[in-house]
Each structure stands twice: as structure tokens, then as C-alpha cells.
């Protein structure tokens, strides 16, 4: 055997030592450290033949404590300021969300009164010779009060005539504007203002149509969840029939 230089790996030898060690377990020697570096698990690795020559190889973390600190004035100071902002902020959003709100009720109960008073007089003003009888029964349910019954006689007093001059009556609605709403919250009384365009037939007059544009002013009650008109009368008129 021939004198071997030592492991650079072994720690143990003396500076001025020359051992002699056999060839193979040389070889063994130096792939220990590499084996012991590939171990990821941090545990000893050894030679699986048992060696004792094999060191091991053990990895500690440091853990650093760090004591705690209760919050200081200033952090205290500014997470009560968030808060006051953060509630004042809620305040002011529902502020300015409740007008809004009201704003658009009103506007939604504009919307249905104006509904109601065209349709109101459409079916007032609107018969054929076959529909006149039952024209009462019909507008009844878009009127109230002592204009219910007003309208109702006066329908009855004409049905028999119109049916014997076979007139025929059709009226358009061109426009619809609510005047005034009351009171402010919850409003219980309306008016509106309507323009229509009106025309008449009849043999009688040979069917020469009479044109009329009129407009009315009504005067409207809620009851329940309806607008009923206990009130009408003429804003203008405008006789437009031809002269033969």
C-alpha cells in the first residue's frame, strides 16, 4: 500500500499527520460530505456498510422573538378619527339618499295620476251607437263623489238620442301634465290638466266629421291604490268642424 494525502474533508486530522489509509475506503471517504449536503431533510447520513468514519449533519433555525407592543397614543388617536370619518361618511350618504328617495315617489305618483286622467278621458268621451247604452258602467270606475253621479245623468240623457243619430264619438288623447300634488308626503289630492282632439260622426250630417280640440282641467282623489276624478270642468275649446 502507498502513502495516501489527507481527506480534505476530515476536521480530525493533524496538520502534521500522515495516515494511511486503503484505497477504497478513500474513495468512501470523500463522498460522504457530498451524500451528507444532498440530504435536504437535515438528519444525520451515515454509510449504509457502517462505517464509523461518516459524520453527521444536522441544520438548526434560529427563531427570533420580538416583544410585544401594546398601540401607541397616536395609533389610537387615528383609529378613532377613521371611525368618527367612517360614521359621518354613513350619515351623510343616507342624507343625501332620502331626498333622492322622496324625489323619485313623487315623480312615480305624477307618473300614475297622469295615467289615469288620460285614460279617464279616453273612456269618457269615447262611444259607437252599440256601446253607448253601457258607457255609464264603463266610466264609473275613474270616478267619485257627486261627479260620478253628475256624469252618469247626463249620459243617460243622451244615449237615446245618440243611438237614434248613430253617432259615433272618438276622443285622442294629445297630452297630460299633473298641475298639483298634496300634501308634500303622502299625496292624497291631485289636479291635471288634458289635452284631447274629439270627433263625431253621424249620418245625420252625413258623416261630415266634427272636429273639436278640447282640454280639461280634473280634479282627482286617491282612494286605496287609485286616482278617482270627483271633479271636471272645460279649459278650452276650439270648434274646428267644417262649414258647408
Given at each position: 500500500?502507498?502513502?495516501?494525502?489527507p481527506?480534505?474533508?476530515?476536521?480530525?486530522?493533524?496538520?502534521?499527520?500522515?495516515?494511511?489509509?486503503?484505497?477504497?475506503?478513500?474513495r468512501?471517504s470523500?463522498r460522504?460530505p457530498?451524500?451528507?449536503e444532498e440530504?435536504a431533510?437535515?438528519?444525520?447520513?451515515?454509510?449504509p456498510s457502517?462505517?464509523?468514519e461518516a459524520?453527521?449533519?444536522?441544520?438548526?433555525?434560529?427563531?427570533?422573538l420580538?416583544?410585544h407592543?401594546p398601540a401607541g397614543?397616536r395609533?389610537l388617536?387615528?383609529?378613532?378619527?377613521?371611525?368618527?370619518?367612517?360614521?359621518?361618511?354613513?350619515?351623510?350618504?343616507?342624507?343625501?339618499v332620502q331626498?333622492?328617495?322622496?324625489?323619485r315617489?313623487?315623480?312615480?305618483?305624477?307618473?300614475?295620476?297622469?295615467?289615469?286622467?288620460?285614460e279617464?278621458?279616453t273612456?269618457?268621451w269615447s262611444y259607437?251607437p252599440?256601446?253607448?247604452?253601457?258607457?255609464?258602467?264603463?266610466?264609473?270606475?275613474?270616478?267619485?263623489?257627486?261627479?260620478?253621479g253628475e256624469?252618469?245623468?247626463?249620459?243617460d240623457?243622451?244615449v237615446?238620442?245618440?243611438?237614434?243619430?248613430?253617432?259615433?264619438n272618438?276622443t285622442?288623447?294629445?297630452?297630460a301634465?299633473v298641475?298639483?300634488?298634496?300634501?308634500p308626503?303622502?299625496?292624497t289630492?291631485?289636479t291635471a290638466?288634458?289635452?284631447?282632439?274629439?270627433?263625431?260622426?253621424s249620418?245625420?250630417?252625413k258623416?261630415i266629421?266634427?272636429?273639436?280640440?278640447?282640454?280639461?282641467?280634473?280634479?282627482?282623489?286617491r282612494?286605496?291604490?287609485?286616482?278617482l276624478?270627483t271633479?271636471?270642468?272645460?279649459?278650452?275649446?276650439?270648434?274646428?268642424?267644417?262649414?258647408l
Amino acid at each position: 500500500m502507498e502513502d495516501q494525502q489527507p481527506d480534505p474533508g476530515d476536521l480530525t486530522a493533524e496538520p502534521d499527520a500522515t495516515p494511511k489509509t486503503p484505497v477504497g475506503k478513500a474513495r468512501r471517504s470523500a463522498r460522504q460530505p457530498q451524500a451528507a449536503e444532498e440530504d435536504a431533510s437535515g438528519e444525520s447520513s451515515g454509510d449504509p456498510s457502517g462505517d464509523p468514519e461518516a459524520g453527521d449533519v444536522t441544520e438548526e433555525d434560529e427563531v427570533t422573538l420580538v416583544p410585544h407592543r401594546p398601540a401607541g397614543r397616536r395609533l389610537l388617536i387615528a383609529g378613532a378619527v377613521a371611525s368618527v370619518l367612517f360614521v359621518g361618511a354613513s350619515a351623510f350618504a343616507g342624507a343625501m339618499v332620502q331626498p333622492y328617495l322622496a324625489q323619485r315617489a313623487l315623480v312615480d305618483t305624477k307618473l300614475d295620476i297622469a295615467r289615469t286622467a288620460a285614460e279617464a278621458i279616453t273612456t269618457l268621451w269615447s262611444y259607437t251607437p252599440e256601446d253607448m247604452a253601457t258607457l255609464g258602467d264603463r266610466a264609473s270606475r275613474y270616478l267619485s263623489g257627486d261627479f260620478a253621479g253628475e256624469y252618469r245623468r247626463y249620459i243617460d240623457a243622451i244615449v237615446e238620442p245618440n243611438k237614434q243619430a248613430q253617432v259615433t264619438n272618438t276622443t285622442q288623447v294629445m297630452g297630460a301634465a299633473v298641475e298639483s300634488v298634496a300634501p308634500p308626503g303622502i299625496p292624497t289630492e291631485a289636479t291635471a290638466i288634458v289635452y284631447t282632439n274629439s270627433v263625431a260622426t253621424s249620418p245625420v250630417t252625413k258623416n261630415i266629421p266634427s272636429l273639436r280640440y278640447l282640454s280639461y282641467r280634473l280634479t282627482m282623489q286617491r282612494e286605496g291604490g287609485d286616482w278617482l276624478i270627483t271633479r271636471m270642468s272645460t279649459v278650452t275649446t276650439f270648434d274646428l268642424t267644417p262649414q258647408l
